[in-house]
Structures are given as structure tokens and as C-alpha cells.
């Protein structure tokens, strides 16, 4: 080892001056790439719409025949003027947030938005400004960081398209040439969409679940075919997925609150609970691979930023699957908890893991006693047989997804599969139903519909009942190789026994006859 001369040690290092060294074009190929995956940048946009004040969120995908063209989304929060939108759009620029806000860093829309679509285009207005607009393309940051004006006349058209969401003020953030659209093989159109829209589905349920919970807040998922404005080919409201959501405890004497002394920080709750084992809940089964579920879940002004993981006190381990912990981090700043850019997990110092060694409730349990519970918890409940189920093809379109979720939830998955969509259409008099193996549609006979709607025209997800009765009847005869003749006659006196009954339910409708 090479000699070192003693000098006095100086802790603070001399400059002499400074300077502005603003960023090279070049990092706008970082920005492009910061990793983040598609349902995580639209969450980190709802973000900025929840610290607009919006009630209202729609999640809009387009598409046409062939392929999804672009994807917008649209709130009715406080909206920007042109001053707002210039400093939103200014990469490296950082906002002031308050305490309560979601932002944190001031890059989740640029970064989210160009880590996914080549084109970045912002469209809002306030209740004292007219519409405005700015675009933001990959091309254009390495071309010295160039925003484009949007043509106020096409900014007040997209507007006005969406006068339903956005009446005073409000604010639309489109994406085109989104790689994860451009990337879709041929005709896979509909299975990318039914997978893209339940994973992200599953994550705005999840992370915004406190939000969702609350009368004044909806977001919605719609698809939409560009020749057919205002047609919903699919309608999704967004119903919270509480991570947290058991009717009973898996342990007597759980949740309880430990309290976790943490150095520079004070007191920190830890709200420890004991899922019933086995449990079918959504918030139990509906959120990941359970071993990847357990431990903490850190909430960030009631914005779950972290779901699951133990933060370097210990590693996961099947015994303590039912172990959930949630913790509202601090609101001021600190030095033990930092929060990655993508609001997708949580460091912390090792003083958090000195302060959970420490950490107790009213009773006197401590952190030890309480995953001694979990585990207690687990393995009574694991002594009980379960019963395997056969998996399904999932259904798709056509089905109300509070069913579809259900089924997720209930079966397991037959991989490989396209979803199973239901479809109005004409069919002989004489038959209520077809399947389309190919294709794996249920036909329905679009001339017995308003048997099902009162006399009404039915929207997408009608007949809830009827559609998944036949579900289960017919999910099986979407995965069979060779078609038998007695399955085939299956099919036929199912479907003349359910004509018969169309038929009786509709004679009840006209004649006035329905039982309350």
C-alpha cells in the first residue's frame, strides 16, 4: 500500500467559483429510457391529475381495425395555461410540491411518457384560459430539448371531444408511437389489449386504492375505435384493490400498531396485520405472486409506493405470506426513507431496521411476536386440504369485467389462450347461441337482445347473467381438438332449452308481468 501524507483533514471541500452547466441533448436518449413499464407511467400521470384536483380520470385507448393507435388520458382537474404548460414540459425542471402532493421529483411525465410513446402531446385549459397545447417527441429533445406549440384549433377540438369529462378545465395527455403498440404482431390486437388492460387495471386498483375508495374519485377505461366516436368497444370502471381488504383477521389479536422509534425521525406506526390463510379475496390473490406480497407496504400521502418486501430486516419466505405491514411514511423529508423516481419502492437506512427490532404495540408484542402469529397463522391454515381446480380460458370482451375479475380470482389460467369475447349478431331464429372456436366468441342472437335490456338498447357488457351462465357451459369447448358429434349435440339441446327460456322471459317483459 502506497505511502499517504498526513495533512490536516479538511471536512468541507474549497471551490473557488461556479458555473451553469446545462444538460447535453444527448440525455434526452436517457430520458427515453428511464425503464419504466407502461401501467407505472400512467399511474405516475394519474398522480399529477390527483394533485390537480380531478374527480374524473378516463384512460383512453384508440385503435382501428389492425392495430391500437394511441392512448390518452383525460382529467377534469384545475387544468394549465400556457405559462403552466412551458413549465411542464421543461425537462430537468423541478416544481415545488406541498406536503400532501403525489409529485415528487418532476420528471414522471416526460420520463414516463417518452420512456413509452416516441410523441408526448399536453392539451389543457383553465376556467380563465383558452385551450392550449405543447408536444414534446423524441426526435425534438435531442434536438436541443425542442417543444412544439400545438395548434389552438385542434387543442380546443380535442376539448370539446371530450366535453363529457372536461367541461371548465381539465387536462389531455396523449401518447402516439407507442412502442408497445408499433411492436404488437399482426392480428394480436385484441389479446395484447385484454393483457395491457388488466395489468394496468391491476396496478391503478392497487396503488391508488385509498383514492378509489372515496365517493369524489373514478377512473375509467375505455376503448374506442377511431371510425366510431363515441362507441365504447370496452368500458372498465376501476374499483380499488385493497391490499388490506379482509373481512376477519387470520389471528386473534391482529392488526395491531407497533410503534418503531427511528432515528431522526421519531415514532413510526406500523400497522401489522394477518390475512386469513388461504383467502380468495382479490386484495389477497388479485396483486402478484403472494411471496413476493408479504412484509411492507409504504404509503406516500395515501399513494401505495412500495407493495411488499422486507427492506433488508429479512428475505421472504412462504411461512409468512399472510405478514402485511403498512406504513404512512413521514411527510416532511428525512434521511432514512427515499423514494425511487418511478414511486415503485422504498429505501430505507439500516436505522429503520434498528427501529423495528424496537418496535412495540399497547400489549407489549413486539415485531418478533407478531411474524411468529403470521407463521402460526400460516401453517394452521395450510394443514387444510384444497381442492385443485381445472384451469379455464379466461373471458374478455362482452363480459362485465367485475365478472371477468371473479373468474380470475376463482380459476387458474389455461395458458396461451385468447380470452373468450361474446358478440351480438344475427343468427337463425331458431338459435340463441353459436361459438365461434376459431375466433373463441360466444354469438348471441342480436335479435332476442332486448329480451335481456327491457325493450332497451344494450351496451357493451349486457346481460351479465345469461352471458356468464353460458361461459361456464361452453369454456370448455373453446380448448377441445377434435369436435365429437356428442358434443354437438350438446350444444343443440342446451341452446334449444335456451331459447325456450329467451323466449318465456321476453313474453314476460311485454306482457307486463315481471316479478319485482
Same mark, same amino acid.
Given at each position: 500500500?502506497?505511502?499517504?501524507?498526513?495533512?490536516?483533514?479538511?471536512?468541507?471541500?474549497?471551490?473557488?467559483?461556479?458555473?451553469?452547466?446545462?444538460?447535453?441533448?444527448?440525455?434526452?436518449?436517457?430520458?427515453?429510457?428511464?425503464?419504466?413499464?407502461?401501467?407505472?407511467?400512467?399511474?405516475?400521470?394519474?398522480?399529477?391529475?390527483? !394533485?390537480?384536483?380531478?374527480?374524473?380520470?378516463?384512460? *383512453?385507448?384508440?385503435?382501428?381495425?389492425?392495430?391500437?393507435?394511441?392512448?390518452?388520458?383525460?382529467?377534469?382537474?384545475?387544468?394549465?395555461?400556457?405559462?403552466?404548460?412551458?413549465?411542464?414540459?421543461?425537462?430537468?425542471?423541478?416544481?415545488?410540491?406541498?406536503?400532501?402532493?403525489?409529485?415528487?421529483?418532476?420528471?414522471?411525465?416526460?420520463?414516463?411518457?417518452?420512456?413509452?410513446?416516441?410523441?408526448?402531446?399536453?392539451?389543457?385549459?383553465?376556467?380563465?384560459?383558452?385551450?392550449?397545447?405543447?408536444?414534446?417527441?423524441?426526435?425534438?429533445?435531442?434536438?436541443?430539448?425542442?417543444? !412544439? $406549440?400545438?395548434?389552438?384549433?385542434?387543442?380546443?377540438?380535442?376539448?370539446?371531444?371530450?366535453?363529457?369529462?372536461?367541461?371548465?378545465?381539465?387536462?389531455?395527455?396523449?401518447?402516439?408511437?407507442?412502442?408497445?403498440?408499433? $411492436?404488437?404482431?399482426?392480428?394480436?390486437?385484441?389479446?395484447?389489449?385484454?393483457?395491457?388492460?388488466?395489468?394496468?387495471?391491476?396496478?391503478?386498483?392497487? +396503488?391508488?386504492?385509498?383514492?378509489?375508495?372515496?365517493?369524489?374519485?373514478?377512473? !375509467?377505461?375505455?376503448?374506442?375505435?377511431?371510425?366510431?366516436?363515441?362507441?365504447?368497444?370496452? +368500458?372498465?370502471?376501476?374499483?380499488?384493490?385493497?391490499?388490506?381488504?379482509?373481512?376477519?383477521?387470520?389471528?386473534?389479536?391482529?392488526?395491531?400498531?407497533? $410503534?418503531?422509534?427511528?432515528?431522526?425521525?421519531? !415514532?413510526?406506526?406500523?400497522?401489522?396485520?394477518?390475512?386469513?390463510?388461504?383467502?380468495?379475496?382479490?386484495?389477497?390473490?388479485?396483486?402478484?405472486?403472494? @411471496?413476493?406480497?408479504?412484509?411492507?407496504?409504504?404509503?406516500?400521502?395515501?399513494?401505495?409506493?412500495?407493495?411488499?418486501?422486507?427492506?433488508?430486516?429479512?428475505?421472504?419466505?412462504? +411461512?409468512?405470506?399472510?405478514?402485511?405491514?403498512?406504513?404512512?411514511?413521514?411527510?416532511?423529508?428525512?434521511?432514512?426513507?427515499?423514494?425511487?423516481?418511478?414511486?415503485?419502492?422504498?429505501?430505507?437506512?439500516? @436505522?429503520?431496521?434498528?427501529?423495528?427490532?424496537?418496535?412495540?404495540?399497547?400489549?407489549?408484542?413486539?415485531?418478533?411476536?407478531?411474524?411468529?402469529?403470521?407463521?402460526?397463522?400460516?401453517?394452521?391454515?395450510?394443514?387444510?386440504?384444497?381442492?385443485?381446480?381445472?384451469?379455464?380460458?379466461?373471458?374478455?370482451?362482452?363480459?362485465?369485467?367485475?365478472?371477468?375479475?371473479?373468474?380470475?380470482?376463482?380459476?387458474?389460467?389455461?395458458?396461451?389462450?385468447?380470452?373468450?369475447?361474446?358478440?351480438?349478431?344475427?343468427?337463425?331464429?331458431?338459435?340463441?347461441?353459436?361459438?365461434?372456436?376459431?375466433? *373463441?366468441?360466444?354469438?348471441?342472437?342480436?335479435?332476442?337482445?332486448?329480451?335481456?335490456?327491457?325493450?332497451?338498447?344494450?351496451?357493451?357488457?349486457?346481460?351479465?347473467?345469461?352471458?356468464?351462465?353460458?361461459?361456464?357451459?361452453?369454456?370448455?369447448?373453446?380448448?377441445?381438438?377434435?369436435?365429437?358429434?356428442?358434443?354437438?349435440?350438446?350444444?343443440?339441446?342446451?341452446?334449444?332449452?335456451?331459447?325456450?327460456?329467451?323466449?318465456?322471459?321476453?313474453?314476460?317483459?311485454?306482457?307486463?308481468?315481471?316479478?319485482?
Amino acid at each position: 500500500m502506497p505511502e499517504i501524507t498526513s495533512t490536516d483533514w479538511q471536512y468541507e471541500v474549497p471551490t473557488t467559483g461556479s458555473k451553469q452547466l446545462p444538460p447535453d441533448a444527448g440525455y434526452g436518449r436517457a430520458l427515453t429510457n428511464q425503464g419504466y413499464d407502461f401501467e407505472v407511467a400512467v399511474a405516475d400521470l394519474i398522480d399529477n391529475s390527483i !394533485d390537480a384536483g380531478a374527480r374524473n380520470v378516463v384512460v *383512453h385507448f384508440l385503435r382501428d381495425d389492425s392495430r391500437v393507435t394511441s392512448l390518452l388520458i383525460v382529467d377534469d382537474g384545475c387544468g394549465m395555461d400556457d405559462n403552466g404548460l412551458d413549465a411542464a414540459m421543461t425537462v430537468g425542471r423541478r416544481r415545488d410540491y406541498d406536503d400532501r402532493a403525489l409529485g415528487l421529483y418532476g420528471t414522471g411525465l416526460k420520463a414516463g411518457s417518452l420512456s413509452n410513446a416516441a410523441s408526448l402531446t399536453v392539451i389543457s385549459r383553465t376556467r380563465r384560459s383558452r385551450a392550449a397545447g405543447r408536444r414534446l417527441t423524441s426526435a425534438g429533445i435531442e434536438d436541443g430539448f425542442r417543444c !412544439d $406549440t400545438v395548434d389552438p384549433a385542434y387543442a380546443q377540438r380535442l376539448i370539446d371531444r371530450y366535453d363529457g369529462v372536461i367541461q371548465w378545465q381539465g387536462t389531455i395527455i396523449r401518447w402516439d408511437q407507442v412502442r408497445a403498440f408499433e $411492436t404488437m404482431a399482426p392480428g394480436q390486437t385484441e389479446r395484447f389489449l385484454s393483457e395491457a388492460i388488466n395489468r394496468l387495471e391491476r396496478h391503478l386498483a392497487l +396503488h391508488l386504492h385509498r383514492f378509489l375508495g372515496r365517493d369524489d374519485f373514478n377512473i !375509467d377505461i375505455v376503448v374506442e375505435h377511431v371510425a366510431l366516436p363515441g362507441e365504447e368497444l370496452e +368500458h372498465i370502471g376501476v374499483e380499488p384493490l385493497d391490499p388490506f381488504g379482509y373481512r376477519l383477521s387470520g389471528r386473534s389479536g391482529y392488526p395491531t400498531v407497533l $410503534t418503531a422509534p427511528l432515528e431522526g425521525v421519531g !415514532d413510526l406506526a406500523l400497522r401489522a396485520h394477518i390475512w386469513p390463510a388461504k383467502s380468495k379475496l382479490p386484495g389477497y390473490r388479485d396483486i402478484g405472486p403472494l @411471496a413476493d406480497r408479504q412484509g411492507f407496504y409504504f404509503y406516500r400521502n395515501d399513494r401505495l409506493v412500495q407493495a411488499g418486501g422486507w427492506n433488508g430486516h429479512r428475505t421472504a419466505e412462504s +411461512h409468512l405470506s399472510l405478514a402485511r405491514i403498512a406504513v404512512d411514511l413521514p411527510s416532511q423529508a428525512n434521511d432514512v426513507f427515499s423514494l425511487d423516481v418511478k414511486k415503485e419502492g422504498v429505501t430505507a437506512t439500516p @436505522a429503520f431496521v434498528r427501529g423495528i427490532e424496537k418496535a412495540a404495540d399497547a400489549r407489549g408484542g413486539t415485531f418478533r411476536s407478531y411474524l411468529e402469529a403470521a407463521q402460526a397463522a400460516y401453517r394452521a391454515g395450510n394443514s387444510r386440504a384444497e381442492i385443485e381446480r381445472k384451469p379455464v380460458i379466461y373471458p374478455g370482451k362482452g363480459l362485465d369485467p367485475k365478472i371477468r375479475r371473479t373468474v380470475r380470482q376463482e380459476l387458474p389460467e389455461r395458458g396461451g389462450e385468447d380470452p373468450i369475447t361474446f358478440s351480438w349478431v344475427a343468427l337463425p331464429e331458431d338459435r340463441f347461441f353459436e361459438i365461434d372456436r376459431d375466433g *373463441h366468441v360466444i354469438l348471441l342472437n342480436k335479435q332476442y337482445r332486448d329480451a335481456f335490456n327491457a325493450g332497451r338498447r344494450g351496451g357493451l357488457n349486457d346481460a351479465p347473467v345469461t352471458k356468464t351462465m353460458l361461459y361456464l357451459l361452453l369454456e370448455d369447448c373453446f380448448a377441445l381438438g377434435r369436435w365429437e358429434k356428442k358434443r354437438q349435440d350438446r350444444l343443440d339441446y342446451w341452446n334449444t332449452i335456451m331459447l325456450t327460456a329467451v323466449l318465456s322471459q321476453r313474453e314476460r317483459f311485454y306482457d307486463g308481468q315481471e316479478t319485482t
